[in-house]
C-alpha cells in the first residue's frame, strides 16, 4: 500500500465520480487530491508534487492527452493512469506513446485502479476493455476507425468528417454515442 505522504491526484470533470473514488481510495489509505479541471490539476501539480495521477481522456471538452503531455513535461517522473468513458484503440495507443502507464475504461473500482498503478498485488492485473485478438463487431470496426481518424486530424471534426467522406452533424452524432464492447 503507498505511504500517506505521496499523494495520488484524481482529474475528472464529473464531480460525483470523483468523490466517490476519492473516497474510496481514502479508506484503503491514499491520501488523494482531486481537480476537476487541467488549471485545478496543473495547480496541484505544483504545489503538492503527487508521484501518481488519473486522469480523465474528457474533461468538459478539453482533451486529456494534451494535459497528460503538460504534466509530464512538469514533472517526468509522474505516473498517469488515464481513464474514459469512451475507450479506442486510437485514443489507448496515443495515450501510451504520449507517456501514460496505463489506459482505463470507466467505471472503474479503487481496486481496478490501484493495479493499474502496479499495487495491487492480491488480484490478477485488470485486462484491458479492448482485446486485439477478439473479432470485433462492424460497430466497434467502425468506431474505432473514426477514433484513428479523428486522432489523425487532431481532433478536427470537420476535417475527419471530410476524411470520412460523412456530413459533419452525423459524425458528431456517432461521436456522442458510447462504444459497442465488441
Not at 44 to 59: G, K, M, Q, T
Not at 79 to 87: E, F, I
Not at 116 to 145: C, I, K, M, N, Y
Request: one cysteine or more; a negative charge.
Amino acid at each position: 500500500m503507498q505511504t500517506v505522504n505521496t499523494p495520488l491526484l484524481l482529474i475528472d470533470d464529473n464531480q460525483v465520480f470523483l468523490q466517490t473514488l476519492a473516497r474510496s481510495l481514502s479508506r484503503r489509505g491514499e491520501s488523494v487530491l482531486t481537480a476537476s479541471c487541467g488549471d485545478e490539476a496543473l495547480a496541484h501539480l505544483e504545489d503538492s508534487s503527487p508521484s501518481r495521477a488519473v486522469l480523465d481522456l474528457n474533461l468538459a471538452g478539453d482533451s486529456g492527452l494534451q494535459l497528460l503531455t503538460e504534466m509530464l513535461q512538469r514533472q517526468p517522473q509522474l505516473q498517469v493512469v488515464m481513464l474514459t468513458g469512451y475507450s479506442s484503440i486510437a485514443t489507448a495507443v496515443e495515450a501510451i506513446k504520449r507517456g501514460a502507464l496505463n489506459y482505463l475504461c470507466k467505471p472503474v473500482t479503487a481496486t481496478e485502479l490501484l493495479a493499474a498503478f502496479g499495487e495491487s498485488r492480491e488480484e490478477a492485473p485488470v485486462e484491458s476493455e479492448v482485446d486485439t485478438d477478439a473479432t470485433l463487431s462492424v460497430r466497434r470496426l467502425e468506431w474505432e476507425h473514426i477514433q484513428r481518424v479523428l486522432q489523425e486530424n487532431e481532433g478536427n471534426i470537420s476535417a475527419t468528417a471530410r476524411a470520412l467522406n460523412m456530413h459533419r452533424r452525423t459524425l458528431q452524432r456517432k461521436l456522442q454515442k458510447k462504444p459497442a464492447r465488441r
